[in-house]
């Protein structure tokens, strides 16, 4: 879900581009940068992620351009790293396509703000009425947080492209349902499973990477 054109253009590229660049100030201001700054391991991780979701979204399927729908990715990066540093190194991998010409410059505040910062934001709103409203489990943790969570997020991050894209009169809303909005749903289960299976993986062997998981909570206590 992001615009490999110019398409995005006049008031509505300029709010898109304040409400992105809100975000990214806000994060780069509640990043956890002495820990990672001291901590090599947690460096190597935000790497290694940051490059693995730009190699993810090379990777698309759609009919007009603007309707691109991929996998994102960003619940995996939210709950590992913190909604701060996820939308950081999302950014980050929006450079990385940019610079090789797979993304537009003059829509990448809209792309950040989709494709990073809509989903991440989605993301830790269901990790919040989780941890709010219902006990700390694993499975509730697995299935709520990084399943159900992954999917909201999609659908979060696909309706504000879609919606952009009606308002600014790109397309008509009956070409943006017919091509992009009725696939969300069949988009959202595999990315659901995308980040369960990840995330189980991590859980399991690499609880320690997860910086919203606590074992101590969520598996000593039980």
Not at 55 to 65: C, D, E, F, H, V
Request: glycine content about 10%.
């Amino acid at each position: 879900m992001s615009l490999t054109q110019g398409l995005i253009s006049g008031g509505w590229l300029w709010v898109a581009s304040l409400a992105a660049v809100v975000a990214l100030l806000i994060a780069l201001k509640t990043a956890p940068w002495s820990v990672l700054a001291s901590e090599r391991r947690l460096q190597h991780l935000l790497f290694g992620a940051t490059v693995i979701l730009m190699l993810m979204w090379t990777m698309r399927a759609g009919i007009s351009p603007g309707l691109g729908i991929h996998f994102l990715g960003m619940t995996t990066l939210t709950l590992m790293f913190g909604w701060d540093l996820a939308i950081l190194s999302g950014t980050l991998a929006l450079l990385g396509m940019t610079l090789i010409g797979r993304e537009s410059w003059d829509t990448l505040s809209v792309n950040v703000l989709c494709s990073v910062v809509l989903p991440a934001l989605a993301s830790l709103v269901v990790l919040r009425v989780v941890e709010a409203r219902l006990p700390r489990n694993f499975f509730v943790y697995l299935f709520l947080c990084a399943f159900f969570g992954a999917g909201v997020a999609t659908a979060a991050g696909g309706m504000a492209m879609a919606l952009l894209l009606w308002a600014d009169g790109v397309y008509p809303w009956a070409k943006i349902y017919l091509e992009y909005v009725r696939f969300l749903p069949l988009i959202m289960f595999p990315e659901g499973l995308l980040n369960g299976i990840i995330m189980t993986g991590m859980m399991v062997f690499h609880p320690d990477w997860i910086r919203t998981f606590d074992a101590r909570h969520y598996i000593d206590e039980q």
